[in-house]
């Protein structure tokens, strides 16, 4: 027989552990479209910055020309705030949702 006394800390540490892990991976990185920069330029940086590759930076160009923005990368908001910084010295306007 199960003792609900002992089971029931360990389903709250359980669930307060899967929130946190929920937390790390909400938020997106945005890019939105401009009329100043190059597709070049944005696919380098997507590149330089996000890590991704040629055809990956080259996908979300297109979107965020055709669509107005893109999230370009998903993740914890410490892990994209660099990034983001990066993204925005480089002359392109970005945001984290």
């Not at 923005?69 to 002359?91: H, N, Q, T």
């Amino acid at each position: 027989m199960i003792d609900i006394r002992t089971s029931i800390p360990e389903l709250e540490e359980e669930e307060i552990v899967l929130e946190e892990l929920l937390d790390l991976e909400e938020h997106d990185l945005i890019v939105f479209n401009d009329d100043v920069n190059t597709f070049d330029h944005v696919i380098n940086i997507l590149i330089k910055v996000c890590k991704h590759t040629r055809e990956q930076a080259e996908q979300c160009t297109l979107i965020i020309h055709y669509k107005g923005k893109c999230a370009v990368k998903k993740g914890s908001f410490e892990e994209l705030k660099p990034m983001c910084e990066a993204i925005l010295d480089a002359g392109i306007q970005a945001t984290i949702n």
